[in-house]
């Protein structure tokens, strides 16, 4: 597994479009406490509520990595960055990123990065090293957030969901499968880049054997119903083993992402069909709730959409970025009790 | 994709054991005339019904490629195989396997490789390269042979179909996912060797835009039944947008291979998986045979076993080494006729 220390400063190099700064966005919401401060370029008037700092004060305030928070189109990374991203590595600092491109293979990077002892880490590039899933049975609960589509929020519901449960007490992870969620989490596979025969092996490996009373929220990725992405979604599900599956779902989204030929499928289906597969490695596997993006929607609306979800699939349903997870987390802990 | 070129020469090492030897007897039962010869070590007495020949007789005879027809445990190369291979790209030939380790990974064979203009093939190496799958809808006909389990008949199914349609004169193609197959039709992709993320598209570019009356007779991989492989099988499905699918069972087994707390699935809810998944891609997908080892019966038996398997599934059945595939050939070209 991937383990990146924290503290982080996040680099937003020349990118001022928000819509390419998830990742820092992610961070800042999720790991406040983790984040020290934000590197523009100048010129660059995009900001993620960090405090403007240099390489230098960076390192006097603690930070251990320099997190590549922006991407540009193309995924590559740009000259202008280096300089910066050589000052980090020269200054003791850690880099990390999830580009198309690896910054291992910039030469200087590489070479200062050996000379002064530093790693870099590029989470998106191919991972070897994971076993074949075995479907055996691991002690410890895990709860899979799955979804319709891809960007539904099945990061935002898994993470929302560990914090209602870290708020109760109860003992659990947040196990990241994706690039900002192993930032937000300091550690994990970003699975769509593991060769297609060990996915569910290492979905496996992210979410171990673990107490009887502990959780494991983990983040899903892709949909069976996205015809590009079904491979890893399944793998996923499988090498979880979840005992509560979250269906998670952008209320009218009628087409998958990019598809326009292929429909978002019903809730109920989708439930059906993640299901039916996960029954595979985990025969008590239960739908626990449906989270929703009811950003389209008045709050009124909201509401009277989401009694007719609870309604229709039984099970309690969501917006967590506007009513939280309380009622998703009840129903979870009532309903998949430890063995 | 890869292409390797033939006549080819096949290298049986020192290892002497039948069963480890199964890319070998793959390659001769299915092109016999891409083949000739075998090169074993001294004293190992397996054979695959080809002349042994030296490296200079099978350049001699034609040949293009020394195949590495074996696995040893491990999937290592054997120091004592290195006079052979290092002879053969001496001599012109390019080197092709399928082990874990990389042939391309010792020093002494790349420089060879290099310096004589050769290729190596490692088919089982990660591949990156190919397209997210995009879904889209491609010109031509394709049927995938799918499986209860891993090991069940699939290569042996498509390859029995694909020679059934030729006798008929029906245009095809076996499309090769797997390493005996890809040296059978000396060209494909490892679906398993795939970044996960790319699974469905490398199976829509194994297979691509062809005539509207040619039919591409695809290999199956993995099961989506077998804890460790399912997603494989699932993004092959998709990308594969199957017309037609051939189940695959070997009569009485009873468990997933290695994995005696997984049983095998019913053809029913097998055919009914895997149906439903393909309907994402291919609305129109049907099932059009089941295709089973029988080896366990007599042939008594296996034709009772058939005659019940094709009343409770509504569609032929067969076992391919014993009855061939001209009932699965006539369904498929009534049922799966071109738009």
Known sequence: ??????????????????????????????????????????GNNLRVDLPDVTVEEAVAKGARTLIIGVANVGGYIAPQWLPVLKAALAAGLDLAAGLHNKL??????????????RLIHDIRQPRTGFPVGTGLKRSGKRVLAVGTDCAVGKKYA???????????GVPNDFRATGQTGIFIAGQGVAVDAVISDFIAGAAETISPANDPNHWDVIEGQGSLFHPGYAGVALGLLHGSQPDGLVLCHEVGRKTIEGKPTFPVPSLELCAEMNLASARLTNHNVKLVGVSLNTSSLSEDEARAYMADVEKRMG???????????????????AECAAD
Not at 13 to 42: M, N, Y
Not at 104 to 116: F, I, N, R, T, Y
Not at 162 to 168: C, I, T, W
Not at 317 to 325: E, H, K, L, S
């Open 1 to 42: 597994l991937i383990e990146i220390k924290a503290p982080y400063v996040l680099f937003l190099g020349d990118v001022p479009d928000v819509s390419f700064a998830k990742t820092a966005f992610g961070i800042v919401e999720w790991r406040p406490e983790h984040c020290c401060g934000q590197i523009r370029l100048p």
């Open 104 to 117: 291992s293979d910039v030469p200087e990077l590489a070479a200062l990065a050996k000379q002064h002892g």
């Open 158 to 168: 898994a993470l929302a969901l560990a914090k209602e449960l870290s708020n109760r």
């Open 315 to 333: 099970v309690p349903a969501t917006d967590p970025i506007r009513f939280g997870m309380q009622n998703i987390a009840d129903y979870l802990l």
